[in-house]
């Protein structure tokens, strides 16, 4: 499953554990293609806008930093 094609299905079926398997692939960072690991980030971060409960133990992946735009 890939962040492109998440539908509300995909986002209503995920479980705590689906989540955390993907955390888990990011937190040993072993991919052998380094746009693996982005596909898997970006998967991350699209099922944090949708399904925050689940990611909210592995926020500190998504690398959300406040900053000054000005």
């Not at 492109?4 to 955390?23: E, R």
């Not at 960072?29 to 990611?55: C, M, N, S």
């Amino acid at each position: 499953m890939s962040a492109q094609t998440l539908s509300k299905q995909d986002l209503d079926a995920l479980t705590a554990n689906d989540v955390g398997q993907l955390a888990q692939r990011l937190e040993n960072d072993d991919y052998t293609d380094p746009f693996e690991g982005l596909k898997d980030w970006h998967l991350l971060r699209a099922i944090a806008f949708h399904r925050q409960d689940l990611v909210e133990p592995y926020q500190y992946l998504l690398d959300n930093e406040p900053y000054d735009e000005a």
